[in-house]
């Protein structure tokens, strides 16, 4: 894991500045509006005692660094899976429900949640490419009644409790086997059938169509450019993976048109090479195009966990290389993707799909140095039962990436396992792997500027203390990282960039804090130099 570090150096050259307190700016504009000889103003006998403002030097220490590690989770909508727990479900449960999530997942120690907002060719916000998803309202194309934004109050309320929230899109699929109302009208399987292919009870956008890669692209950059998501996130649905007919025969996908058009075009690799081509395109395309759009928006893949059997020596399994056209070997070898997550959904002690092994062998992979934040099956976690694991499974999971020099955190699939909390799995996440909390690692590849000292304004409160925050040189940060020392004790906090107030609480027994220190997060995950303010003690 990173770790942030400060140094005695640059905390004397960020000397803190502290704001006034209100009260003192009161008595100042007082005092300069009084006439020549005047008395000078008289504060209250309450008046609380304003923080004592100190340089850097006068603290004893500097608060320990905050841990650097991506701790996400998965909230799938197709199925209804994780949210919201059916269809149809009145505007106000949805949003309680979804809210819910979040506090759990602040709750848990978790920083981040990869929240699909297209499941199937539909979407979970407002859209004018694609219609308003089933799994939301009961209907493919109906919008919430009384109307909200899904995507908007999702990026919102995680926001406010201190998480990245990633726009999860599946780039290909049209129609789940789940799905039971018909396309709406604006749906792509009813605008442009051509481009749609029926494969098993799935119906699939060709990625042999050129249209079908503007479309999706398309698709993501309208997010992009219309919320404050941290992140887009595409799964391993790629090509789709094999169906087979009633007698058990794989049957092969039904992309013969556009696969014939480009063979008269003159195209002259062999089919697979084609497919797994038309997958690379849209790959670079969409890491280059969110790019363009906003530089600082994570763009992550979640490919599957082996990239072909026999890499490493020992894997064995399915080979997405040759079933699904994913090359993500490619991918991370290229720097397409600000994070890659395959999903290393073994155990660690399943020989021929070991766990570690397989990271080992992504991070071996990792040619630019990109994070690699493997994905979890947490949802195989359950008491009982052959096949499931217990949660000591996942703890041990957990261990092994952070013994992995490559690998900076980890993904859960999915959100369920946490709200039931199998084998006591979320308690044991939270009070031991997570029990502190931990900011998202830097990309220093996307800009490595560091946000300025804050402005802080500390105060003695009944609760804890009250602060009072400014960005420093008017620039907003996307986080602040708030720690606060009683005795030997450190706590750290995330908020919004956009808090201006905040009560940190009071320690064991009710004691104010001691020290304040605030910094700045920005977008990229740089954190600046911090301001510090000492309270005085009861």
Known sequence: ????????????????????????????????????????????????????????????????????????????????????????????????????????????????????????????????????????????????????????????????????????????????????????????????????????????????????????????????????????????YFYPYRERDARGREVAFPDGPSWTRYVRSGGRLARDDWRRDNVDRFVERLYADVKREKPWVKVGISPFGIWRPGHPAQVTGLDAYSQIYGDARKWILNGWADYFTPQLYWPVAQTAQSYPVLLRWWSEQNAHGRHLWPGNFTSRVVTGGTRLWPAAEILEQIAATRGDGGAGGNVHFSMRAFLQSRDSLAEKLATQAYAEPALVPASPWLGNGAPAAPRVEARAAASGAEIALEPGMDAEPRWWLVRSRSGDEWRAEVLPGSARTHAVPAARGGAVPAEVWVSAVDRMGNEGPPAAVRLPQR
């Not at 307190?21 to 009084?34: F, I, R, T, Y």
């Open 1 to 236: 894991m990173q770790s942030v570090k400060i140094s005695r150096r640059a905390l004397r050259s960020a000397a803190p500045f502290h704001r006034a307190s209100p009260l003192l700016a009161v008595l100042l504009a007082a005092a300069c509006s009084a006439p020549a000889g005047s008395p000078p103003p008289v504060p209250p006998p309450d008046a609380p005692a304003p923080p004592v403002a100190t340089a850097p030097d006068v603290f004893l220490d500097p608060p320990p660094p905050v841990a650097r590690e991506f701790r996400g989770v998965w909230v799938a909508s197709v199925s209804n899976i994780d949210w919201p727990s059916r269809p149809g479900l009145p505007v106000d449960r949805q949003k309680s429900e979804l809210v819910a999530i979040l506090d759990r997942a602040k709750e848990l120690g978790l920083n981040a949640v990869i929240f699909q907002v297209r499941p199937a060719g539909d979407a979970l916000y407002a859209s004018e490419l694609e219609p308003w998803s089933e799994y939301l309202t009961g209907t493919q194309g109906r919008a919430p009644e009384p109307y909200y934004d899904p995507l908007e109050f999702a990026v919102a309320e995680a926001h406010r409790r201190g998480l990245e929230l990633h726009a999860w899109f599946n780039p290909y699929r049209a129609r789940h086997p789940s799905a039971r109302t018909p396309e709406s009208p604006k749906h792509l399987a009813r605008t442009r059938p051509e481009l749609v292919r029926k494969y098993g009870r799935h119906l699939w956008m060709d990625p042999g169509e050129p249209e079908v890669l503007d479309h999706s692209i398309r698709v993501v950059l309208d997010v992009v450019r219309r919320y404050d998501v941290d992140g887009v996130h595409i799964d391993d």
